[in-house]
């Protein structure tokens, strides 16, 4: 039915900077919020970053500042764009996008991408 595809992590040096994409794929009729989370070795996941249907976003504390979300909404893709990468944001980042499939307006429903490793070196 719908799937989420992400790309772009990898392992960059202390400073650098990535960019993340999460596309879906299927029998999407619209996509209400997306966003991203991660988990590091040992914690729980968190919420990185959030970005709602008509645009507005939310960030964690901790990426304020050096994180961006955006959306594509012709693409159903949203991105993360990570600038000022430090140590601590070492971690396997999840997107996720609350779908309505076709044919089931108004629900939506979440579904995750299968999960990209982010690694920053000091």
């Known amino acids: 039915q719908v799937q989420l595809v992400e790309s772009g992590g990898g392992l960059v040096q202390a400073g650098g900077s990535l960019r993340l994409s999460c596309a879906a794929s299927?029998?999407?009729?619209?996509?209400?919020?997306m966003a991203w989370y991660r988990q590091a070795p040992g914690k729980q996941r968190e919420l990185v970053a959030t970005?709602?249907?008509?645009?507005?976003?939310n960030y964690a504390d901790s990426v304020k500042g050096r994180f961006t979300i955006s959306r594509d909404n012709a693409k159903n893709t949203v991105y993360l764009q990570m600038n000022s990468l430090k140590p601590e944001d070492t971690a396997v980042y999840y997107c996720?996008?609350?779908?309505?499939?076709?044919?089931?307006?108004?629900?939506?429903?979440?579904?995750w991408g299968q999960g990209t490793q982010v690694t920053v070196s000091s």
């Open positions: 970005i709602t249907g008509g645009g507005g976003t």
């Open positions: 996720n996008q609350q779908i309505i499939v076709s044919g089931n307006w108004p629900r939506s429903y979440d579904y």
């Open positions: 299927g029998s999407i009729f619209s996509i209400n919020a």
